[in-house]
């Protein structure tokens, strides 16, 4: 199966060749071997989600394309760079910035110092009154300590803290995980602001209903492999299958 | 005022500056040990030896190269703290992805190493180091004499601490060490080259040790075992002050320092073991530290 969606049509509105290329991407954690062959494509402008089961691998081939695991092989081209063998920093500096799932906001840190940690990779990032825009909260709280927030906070800052840097990929870790409905609308209405922006998004969930109303297109991962794509305006047509793999 | 609790009062407070003075010694080999343990999760136990190293890099810049005190004061922390870096890059960066005990074997064995090898060379009888002619003499401060180059030492290591918090808890740099602290993986994907600083966070704790070792060389001997002696106790100062708080080293470098001077006023026979009882009751009842985050 793996073999046949490395032939899928990757095509998009541009057609273009695209920003962020994976093949044959595979990683490790010690002895577990966890990804066993991931093929994806993003073009610049695009909002991607990786959909699937737990333990599919969709966070591990976030850490992966970021280089925040133990060991990977395979291709991570991107903007015409391969970045399969660069150390983390190298990758961030490259224009691809990542929220984590536990979104990694330092207890010993204020939101300000939270907010302006990420060192600017290249021109181009949100200025920080744009960013104060997107999340009004955050400037009401500049002063507090960074894990004083509330869950959903603490996620509108882990965003906004990637937006100033240049980067242009965005690898979000589920966003909507653990948050309050009114907030999950809040960082899909977020997401949708930021596509307009020009920013590139890859979106890991497990909400498949927020997925739709953010994304182009959805990749399916199982066991560690991109088992199937489905574009956003297919949807309709292809819910049976969708249900199947992820047992919704 | 002759008498304070019935302690003659220059006896008193010449105590209370001796206390002071072993305070900032205190406080400025926890911090760096603070610094480097926050970061690298090792206890440097080459520590003392580094800051051995200051105080015979400050005597060997004066006797081969006719550097005086000042220039010492800038150029030996910057050497022995090179140094470290060579030490952390060759040696001790091999050992993050294994137990943290590798890290404390491996950096006693290089103070053993070191020692020896400075013992080797210089004996252990001790080398003098003059005062600067800028701070010899006293001030009459009317109820006792206060040396001129004692004050000088405290005045200089509380500036010293205090621009360490500064830069750690004000700046952008010291905002990048505190967050990797915490999550060094964050921090290097956000694109900040995290072994690069770890190596120069170790070169800069080793500096102040070594800065704490030029200090030192007009008030101690200088001698091979200079450190060995102190940072025993400075490592029972980092266990109550607790390990993850750069303010609370200082203040407890301090604050012990003191204590331990009243102990040798009212009590001469604890003074040598005040320091470890604290240390006992501390574990015993906050075992992170007076300030450390639990």
């Known amino acids: ?248 | 005022m002759d008498e304070i609790f019935g302690i003659p009062a220059p006896l008193l407070f010449g105590q209370l500056l001796l206390g002071l003075i072993n305070g900032a010694f205190y406080a400025m080999l926890s911090l760096g040990l603070a610094v480097i343990f926050g970061l690298l999760n090792i206890i440097n136990f080459t520590h003392g030896a580094q800051f051995m190293m200051g105080a015979f890099v400050a005597w060997m810049l004066l006797a081969w190269a006719g550097v005086g005190y000042w220039g010492a004061l800038i150029l030996a922390p910057l050497i022995v703290g090179a140094t470290g870096v060579v030490i952390e890059r060759l040696m001790i960066s091999r050992l993050y992805k294994l137990d943290h005990l590798y890290g404390l074997l491996l950096t006693f064995g290089i103070g053993l190493i070191v020692e020896g090898v400075f013992r080797n060379y210089f004996g252990s009888s001790g080398l003098p180091y003059r005062i600067p002619d800028a701070l010899q003499g006293a001030w009459d401060l009317g109820f006792m004499f206060l040396p001129i180059y004692r004050g000088w030492v405290v005045v200089f290591s509380l500036v010293i601490c205090l621009a360490t918090w500064l830069v750690i808890e004000k700046t952008r740099l010291g905002a990048y060490l505190r967050a990797a602290t915490e999550n060094a993986p964050l921090v290097q994907a956000f694109g900040v080259n995290v072994p690069r600083m770890i190596t120069l966070t170790y070169g800069a704790g080793v500096a102040l040790a070594a800065l704490a070792g030029v200090l030192a060389a007009p008030i101690y001997s200088v001698n091979p075992q200079m450190g060995t002696n102190l940072i025993i106790i400075v490592f029972a100062v980092v266990v109550i002050g607790g390990m993850g708080s750069i303010l609370g080293s200082v203040l407890t470098g301090f604050g012990l320092g003191v204590v331990e001077g009243m102990t040798k006023v009212f009590w001469p026979e604890a003074s040598s073991t005040v320091i470890f009882v604290i240390m006992a009751i501390v574990l015993l009842t906050r075992p992170a530290g007076l300030f450390g985050r639990a």
């Open chain 1, 1 to 248: 199966m793996a073999d046949a969606l490395a032939e899928l049509p990757y095509a998009t509105q541009d057609g273009g060749s695209p920003l962020l290329a994976v093949r044959g991407l595979e990683a490790w954690y010690g002895e577990s071997h966890i990804l066993h062959g991931v093929n994806i494509d993003i073009h610049e402008g695009e909002v991607v989600t990786l959909l699937g089961r737990n333990g599919a691998g969709k966070t591990t081939t976030l850490r992966s394309i970021m280089g925040v695991v133990p060991k990977r092989s395979g291709s991570v081209h991107y903007a015409g760079r391969e970045l399969i063998g660069a150390r983390s920093d190298i990758i961030a500096r490259a224009g691809i910035a990542w929220c984590p799932e536990e979104r990694g906001i330092f207890a010993s840190l204020d939101v300000t110092e939270n907010l302006m940690l990420p060192p600017v990779v290249r021109p181009g990032g949100l200025p920080v009154d744009e960013i104060y825009e997107l999340f009004p909260n955050l400037k009401e709280r500049a002063s507090s300590q960074g894990t004083k927030l509330s869950g959903g906070e603490q996620q509108m800052l882990a965003i906004a803290r990637i937006l100033r840097t240049g980067a242009k990929l965005l690898l979000l870790d589920e966003p909507s995980e653990g948050l309050a409905p009114v907030i999950v609308q809040q960082i899909g209405h977020t997401i949708r602001a930021l596509k307009q922006r020009g920013f590139t998004v890859l979106l890991v969930e497990q909400n498949f209903r927020f997925a739709q109303t953010v994304a182009d297109r959805h990749y399916v991962m199982e066991h560690g492999k991109v088992v199937d794509m489905v574009r956003n305006d297919e949807l309709a047509t292809s819910m049976d299958r969708l249900h199947e793999y992820l047992g919704v």
